[in-house]
């Protein structure tokens, strides 16, 4: 089995591009570690897209919990531009993951005393105070996801789908470097589905961000440039 590197040709002014190297994720049992991840390396650059399929348990979440530095590998190693994020301060680190990073999980993760817009200003918060720009922003997002209309209604007022759209519009508040989804169309119908995958690519291919979507869809998976499989914790072509 031949482990595949997702690699690009592009290039770009200034560097923004995603390496991993040699990433491995253990963790200790009464017996021996339990290996999740098997040295994967994967380089994206701006703009790229890439889906990741593969068998519940076989390391994509994982993977992608280390590359959005939520978790830290065992071994190897990870940069988004001239960034390395494992080597920050804990607040430094925050901060990166706050302004670098956008999020989609499978549960939307929405507040729900907050307003749609409320909710997709969250992130502002976490770089400083929220300005009318942001506010402006924050609306043209909700007006790409097709429910400008609903700015102002609950998540409780909202239905699967709209939620859905409104936490992707949260993950791109701040303009991200790299975008993380992790299942997003998991808990959504056909329709649904399709609208949140259309808003995903659409809106960070005109960014120039990185996306990395993780999905059980073929029909997902099947809208981005590449798409790899996890097998047995490592990466290799689908």
Do not use: W
Not at 61 to 87: H, K, M, Q
Not at 102 to 108: A, I, N, R, S
Not at 119 to 147: M, S, T, Y
């Amino acid at each position: 089995m031949t482990q595949a590197v997702a690699t690009t040709s592009a290039t770009v002014a200034t560097d923004g591009r995603l390496r991993a190297t040699g990433l491995s994720k253990s963790y200790p049992t009464p017996a021996e570690p339990l290996v999740v991840l098997r040295g994967v390396s994967l380089e994206l650059s701006p703009g790229d897209s890439l889906a990741i399929i593969g068998p519940s348990g076989s390391g994509k979440s994982t993977l992608l919990n280390i590359l959005g530095t939520l978790d830290r590998p065992t071994e190897g190693t990870v940069t988004l531009g001239d960034a390395s994020p494992f080597e920050l301060s804990p607040d430094a680190l925050a901060g990166f993951r706050a302004r670098r990073i956008g999020f989609v999980f499978q549960d939307h993760h929405l507040l729900p005393q907050c307003t749609a817009i409320e909710n997709v200003l969250l992130p502002r918060l976490a770089v400083g105070a929220v300005r009318d720009e942001d506010r402006a922003r924050a609306q043209k997002l909700l007006d790409r996801a097709g429910i400008a209309g609903r700015a102002s209604h609950l998540p409780s007022e909202l239905s699967g789908g709209e939620r859905q759209r409104v936490a992707v519009a949260r993950a791109l508040m701040n303009e991200p470097t790299l975008v993380l989804a992790d299942e997003p169309t998991g808990n959504l119908d056909a329709k649904s589905s399709h609208a949140v995958g259309d808003l995903l690519a659409d809106v960070t291919a005109e960014a120039r961000a990185i996306l990395i979507v993780v999905t059980h869809s073929d029909a997902l998976a099947g809208r981005f440039a590449r798409r790899l499989r996890m097998s047995d914790g490592q990466l290799i072509e689908a």
